[in-house]
């Protein structure tokens, strides 16, 4: 049986590391790759190179940029005091494609899950604390996934976060159970915005 060269062999194991690319897709990527054109393999490594260290989270939000704060943040025309809660950077591009949130972000890191060993420590909890008890946020949305840890964060939160006095919603209509931010299109998330609910009263 042919097979092949070491190189690519192990190019295709770095691919298959990617989200969303499998064995096949990975070496179908590898095999274009390595009979590219030099220049176009050269450009592909160095602006994965440059993305890689050029891009940081946000000092506030937590969310990829270039230059911290973000634009988001530092956008005067954004309503500082309405805060969506999100697990990863990614949520907020897919939340700011539905068009509907004039809101500021914070990026939790993760979402609480015992079996991986994530507790609440390990997520950006302190931090959106402090932003609240900084003064100026009237209300927290909390827009994770609709499944049994994104639940198991979201009642978290409302329970720690509602004595500091803000309000805190949840994303409602429109995302059907274990389904990601990431999956969902701009009307879905746009209805879910819009119909948001409250899961705590502020104390």
């Not at 969506?84 to 897919?94: A, G, N, R, W, Y």
């Amino acid at each position: 049986m042919l097979s092949l060269p070491e190189p690519i062999a192990h190019l295709i194991a770095a691919l298959s590391k990617l989200p969303g690319i499998g064995p096949r897709s990975a070496e179908r990527l590898a095999l274009y790759l390595v009979q590219a054109e030099s220049a176009a393999a050269e450009q592909l490594a160095a602006a994965i190179v440059q993305a890689r260290k050029e891009t940081r989270p946000c000092e506030i939000c937590g969310g990829l940029t270039r230059q911290s704060p973000c634009s988001i943040c530092a956008d005067p025309r954004r309503d500082s005091a309405l805060v969506c809660v999100v697990e990863k950077p990614v949520d907020i591009l897919s939340i700011e494609k539905a068009n509907v949130f004039r809101g500021v972000f914070h990026v939790l890191g993760g979402r609480i899950s015992p079996l991986d060993g994530v507790g609440p420590e390990d997520l950006r909890i302190a931090e959106l604390e402090r932003r609240i008890t900084s003064g100026g946020v009237r209300e927290v949305l909390l827009a994770l996934a609709s499944d049994v840890e994104g639940d198991a964060t979201s009642h978290y939160l409302a329970r720690r976060l509602a004595p500091l006095g803000a309000r805190v919603t949840r994303l409602a209509q429109g995302l059907p159970m274990g389904t990601a931010l990431d999956y969902a299109d701009e009307l879905t998330l746009s209805q879910a915005i819009e119909g948001r609910r409250e899961l705590l009263h502020p104390q």
